[in-house]
């Protein structure tokens, strides 16, 4: 924006430092009475001055510019008042230009990104927590891609197990031959509920788990039988969740398998015993010793030789690194797993890899239902696909009283769409490092603090849209002179500065807020104001609203959720 070039260079010339750095520098205030812009001095004292003293300092050696309408010290912040109008004017022109791409930047070009997210069992179908998982995986995808990283979108299936073996055994025992076909269930759930029945029965029958231990042994000696039934009961769990990453709009580019990387390990294994990082305790397993560094000892090898899920990751990580020449390496996993990850990462670290500096933890608080934390074993979790459905009937509900003459085709269409806004947004909104409880009843609001209220006001800006002529950069801004024009404006201007905030805390709720704050400022806008026949002031009043509706489609396309151009 011109207006914080100009902010930056006479703070440079005041203050005596880069004009990049003076750039960098400015921040929005929390108060719009304490100005448009503010510089914190704290990092440019002078040794025994103040912050408040310096800001004082640099303020009286400022002079205004046409631009610049006042300047103010306060608290160790020089604030800048610009001219409103003309900050309106440059925005505007800015976003109408760039479109889409207002906001979009290329710091991540020829970087590779490879993020893992949603790691699902096939012995159970993706509940409400794989949800939250994957709108954090591919809200941060979408938000390194308008960066301009190479995104690649993983996802590491957890085919094989003691778990799985346990779906397979109370199958085998209980199933009588059935399939999903023939009980018209979807796969995923299908065989869930046979990892239920299993919980059940060997709460009954203790026995049961030593059977399951000895299917686990014949799976990893590839046992025909075993591996028949095995490779049956994955491809009906495999299928399933195609189905529901296709409704959710969950994609990814690689896809690996837990099964295919299990039994790799011996050769990383040889290089930590070569190294010391590992050695063989007095049964016989082999042991990665962290102690030392604050972290507890890892069994990386059991006793038997079999693998553990520790195993897998030491060959996947190489792997991922070496064929994808990864900048950052990133794991989208709650964090429950957080102590896991760490003596993951210290033993790469360990084993001399120079890569270990790329690995990251996108650690994410568990999902709780409001009676507590669900249990897929006992069944106590919300299914993906029931979610889903349930919300798009209160959103069909909803269509149909504001649009009563709509088809029932049309009213579908738009209450799927409307659904996945309601729950990505309520995923999301929540700062994705807390623990979030899960209640359906308020996720699913079209008013407020909503994914439905986004679509609606972005619906509402398309409608203006459609009814007026085609709008152009060439208008006479000077005439948006009320103050929500300018605050809206302003908040438009914000746009960049709020992703790259979110980029540098991988976090998604800073852009969920800032995107209600625009849908808020907007609305109101609309309440008051006259846009089509408001005489020469139309043409730029347009402009802005066309500005919002841009902006607020960018905001929901990173969150990966649909704009809707009528509601």
Known sequence: MNAKKVISRVFSRAAGIPVEKAFSLIERPPDPKLGDFSIPCFTLCARGQSPAEKASQVAERIETTKEIEK??????????????????????KEILSQGESYGKSAIGKGKNVMIEYSAPNTNKPLHVGHLRNDCIGMGISNLLEFHGYRVIKANLVNDRGIHICQAMLAYKKYGQGKTPESERVKGDKFVGDYYVKFSEESRKNPKLNDEATEMLRKWEQKDPETRKLWKKMRSWVLKGFRETYKKFGSEFDEIFYESQFYDKARPIIELGLKKGVFEKNEEGAIVARLKQYGLPDKTVLRADGTSIYISNDLVLTKHKEEKFKLYKNIFCIASEQELYLKQLFKIMELLG??????????????????????????????????????????????????????????????????????IKFSMLRTDHRKNFTFVPEQSVSFEGESGPY???????AKSILRKARPVSTQQDFTLLTTEKEKEIAKTLSLFPETLNKALENRTLHILCHYLLELAELFNAYYHETRVIGSGKKEAPRLALVKAVSLVLKSGLSILNIPALEEM
């Open 71 to 92: 300047i103010e010290a306060a608290g160790g912040y020089v604030n800048f008042f610009v001219d409103g109008s003309m900050l309106a004017g440059e925005c505007i």
């Open 353 to 422: 890899f120079p890569w270990h500096k790329n690995l990251e933890h996108l650690s994410y608080g568990l999902v709780f239902l409001p009676e507590g934390k669900m249990k897929s074993r006992e069944g106590k979790v919300i299914d993906a696909d029931d979610l889903i459905a349930s919300v798009e009937k209160l959103a069909a509900s909803e269509v149909k009283k504001r649009f009563p003459g709509l088809s029932e085709r049309e009213v579908e269409k738009r209450a799927e769409k409307i659904a996945l806004a309601a």
């Open 454 to 460: 986004l679509q609606y006001t972005y619906a509402r």
